[in-house]
T-cell receptor, first 114, second 115 residues
Framework: SQKIEQNSEALNIQEGKTATLTCNYT??????LQWYRQDPGRGPVFLLL?????KEKRKERLKVTFDTTLKQSLFHITASQPADSATYLC?????????????FGSGTQLTVLP | NAGVTQTPKFQVLKTGQSMTLQCAQD?????MSWYRQDPGMGLRLIHY???????DQGEVPNGYNVSRSTTEDFPLRLLSAAPSQTSVYFC??????????????FGSGTRLTVV
């Protein structure tokens, strides 16, 4: 069956450390993989997109890797701050002809402790 | 730039009632989608559209209808509300792949309770 798994429901780290979140998937062949941030009571906010032929993408303190052989993406936040505390969602971008479906994992809740 | 606008923000329905959740975007995005989010279930795709006049079913389409008569609007209709449809509903839109930044922009959600 098809599955997207994100590591542990909650992750606590100390301010200034690097947070690493994992997204594993089975029986999918995504064209792209996306990461979103969601704060309580709000809609998800797009952070980064990485293509299947890209190994790594960076944006400021964020870094995403994508290994299509392992079927895994890692999402890193360096020099983490309490303001980074949120739920982070991994999403597989599935293309078939003109059809496009974005399928989400259940998210990892990150808390950065001051 | 308003982005993706969803109305209403909150709604309480009685079982069997029908209603339409509105979604409008002003970014000229081709792709639009509806998701529901339930505790422990993550975001699940209900219906999506790749352009005006074209819609298709997602993972959980039963009990919902959509139409896309314009690029800007993508309403979601609940035909006969059931308590199992109690959820937070999100509308999202994006450009087609290869056209600009094609991450999805989400609305702020509609919190629906069916009693």
């Amino acid at each position: 069956s098809q599955k997207i798994e994100q590591n542990s429901e909650a992750l606590n780290i100390q301010e200034g450390k690097t947070a690493t979140l994992t997204c594993n998937y089975t029986n999918y062949s995504p064209a792209y993989l996306q990461w979103y941030r969601q704060d309580p009571g709000r809609g998800p906010v797009f952070l980064l997109l990485i293509r299947e032929n890209e190994k790594e993408k960076r944006k400021e303190r964020l870094k995403v890797t994508f290994d299509t052989t392992l079927k895994q993406s890692l999402f890193h936040i360096t020099a983490s701050q309490p303001a980074d505390s949120a739920t982070y969602l991994c999403a597989l971008d599935l293309l078939s002809g003109s059809a496009r479906q974005l399928t989400f994992g259940s998210g990892t809740q990150l808390t950065v402790l001051p | 730039n308003a982005g993706v606008t969803q109305t209403p923000k909150f709604q309480v329905l009685k079982t069997g009632q029908s209603m339409t959740l509105q979604c409008a975007q002003d970014m000229n995005h081709e792709y639009m989608s509806w998701y529901r989010q339930d505790p422990g279930m993550g975001l699940r795709l209900i219906h999506y559209s790749v352009g005006a006049g074209i819609t298709d079913q997602g993972e959980v389409p039963n009990g919902y209808n959509v139409s896309r008569s314009t690029t800007e609007d993508f309403p979601l209709r609940l035909l006969s509300a059931a308590p199992s449809q109690t959820s937070v509903y999100f509308c999202a839109s994006s450009f087609a792949p290869g056209q600009g930044n094609y991450g999805y922009t989400f609305g702020s959600g509609t919190r629906l309770t069916v009693v």
